[in-house]
């Protein structure tokens, strides 16, 4: 059974940095891509960035692009989201998302089979 479990959530003022984890377990994730997705209140859940374990291929939205980082850590069976300049406009609850056998990155939720609960960011202006 595939578990992803988020953390590294918190309250953070503008400008600020934080870096999220997701601990993956249950699997083998070589073949997975790795999404960051988040949900501010009211919004639909939105695509953040995407990593392929296996190839490092990674992909961004363009709202993050220069700011945020994904990366993984093959030993820990973790993946980072590196967040740095954070925006009010970041404040939402951030999810990782796990996509099996897939050589491709997709930005769309219902790509992805597997979800963690969720950790909340909040950036104060």
């Known amino acids: 059974q595939v578990q992803l479990v988020e953390s590294g959530g918190g309250l953070v003022q503008a400008g600020g940095s934080l870096r999220l984890s997701c601990a993956a377990s249950g699997r083998t994730f070589s073949r997975y891509a790795m999404g960051w997705f988040r949900q501010a209140p009211g919004k639909e859940r939105e695509f953040v960035a995407a990593?392929?374990?296996?190839?490092?291929?990674?992909y961004y939205a363009d709202s993050v692009k220069g700011r945020f980082t994904i990366s993984r850590d093959n030993g820990k069976n973790t993946v980072y989201l590196q967040m740095k300049s954070l925006k009010p406009e970041d404040t939402a609850v951030y999810y990782c998302?796990?996509?099996?056998?897939?050589?491709?990155?997709?930005?769309?939720?219902?790509?992805?089979?597997?979800w963690g609960q969720g950790t909340q960011v909040t950036v104060s202006s």
């Open positions: 998302a796990a996509d099996r056998d897939n050589p491709y990155l997709s930005i769309s939720r219902n790509e992805y089979d597997y």
């Open positions: 990593m392929h374990w296996g190839a490092g291929t990674t």
